[in-house]
């Protein structure tokens, strides 16, 4: 399944007093990454919540730090989805400084697929090709 | 009417490459107290709307920063509520650092009350003698 | 002085159980929206932070909620420097929806220069005409 | 190595538009955890990096959520030394919510000691009986 490169760039708000990128903030990285990516898969997210009522509930996120962002730098976050099936899907992302190409940390996020009462539910079919599975039929 | 005193730990998450705290969760801290005061008024925010379905929107908030929180800080925020009336309420907030007593900042929010859908209402008539008015008849 | 036109796409991250954007949320914008101001107007603020050790620190920061920004929505910030002498300079921001031009918030936030002391001190010559002041000779 | 329990409540900043706790708000009370941790151990964290330049940075986090922490809900999060060496230390964190007992979150973080220019370097010495290792003779 094809990746897709997400560009955004470091708010001073997102560093700490150790000068660089505090680390929760990846996390906030990765969910804007991942909602891009669903929009290039062909779906927009907020509507998936909105008009289907499933939400993409995160499971577990994982994260290693490799060199630190900093204030104003522009990061590029490549991400795919790494696996998938009718009860969840996972995300992996690399993200990189986009002046200096090197590599500043990978992560990954494992969600399952919930309805509005926060019950496991299975991926509606329309949306099941997005994820390079066959739809129900 | 009676004011409450809160009492917060700064954390690492706060700070930023200054060194000091972000002036936005200077706002964070006044939810905080604010959600405490009104537990000293007696009822719980997240009853008032989950129960009532009426929401606390905020209109207008101001902060005026005197000197630097910083990490580990404790911090004591002493809220009041300065107005109200059925159509919304206003508070305003003390910020000191605990072993100082050194003022750190002060603010003011503003808030109506909403529906669920967003639509302006007046208090429900329980809740206006815990703001000091009297109640509907 | 000219304006200058901020866009941004509002984070999963940024909003709350209300289902709109959380109040703090609208001054990280402001910070993302001056950062770039500060580029039109011909300097980085990293560098002025880094090599010229002049800090831009808050001293009042005001915002009035006029209508939710929600998840996904594209946000267009206009910042200008209200008010600018080599003490001090005063940003104000219009937030509005990218998409139907409906205005979200407004706020102002208000700076002294600090040195790496947090002491005030006087804006460099060379950053002054970039305020539109006088540099000193 | 003893473990240590650390209260909090949860805060409307921290949830999001699905109605529960953000999900990497959840790596910023481990770090308001390990900071607690650090006191019972012996030392403020605050003092480390301040006074011995000694930084403590991530190099790796995880978290599974196994159930949704909602707005003022307390938290408990019990947080002990799982691993630790001259060059860096592993926590682990178990996230309960204080009044059903529910386990919520488990999560683990890896860090290793820098110093001020970013460099790894061995923990000095007097830190080091508090992190269960034999001081450096």
Not at 29 to 34: C, F, G, I, Q, Y
């Amino acid at each position: 399944m094809s990746s897709h490169l997400t560009r955004l760039r470091v708010r001073y708000a997102e560093t700490d007093q150790m000068g660089v990128v505090y680390y929760a903030n990846y996390l906030v990285w990765m969910e804007v990454a991942r909602v891009e990516l669903c929009k290039t898969l062909g779906f927009r997210y907020k509507d998936m919540e909105r008009e289907d009522g499933v939400l993409l509930a995160v499971i577990q996120a994982e994260c290693r730090y490799r060199y630190p962002a900093r204030f104003d730098d522009e990061v590029v976050i490549e991400t795919s989805v790494s696996a998938a099936s009718s009860r969840g899907v996972e995300f992996t992302y690399e993200m990189r400084c986009a002046e200096t190409g090197r590599r500043l940390a990978s992560g990954t996020t494992r969600h399952i697929f919930l309805n509005g009462e926060m019950e496991p539910v299975r991926l509606p079919a329309k949306y099941r090709p997005m994820f390079g599975l066959k739809g129900s039929t």
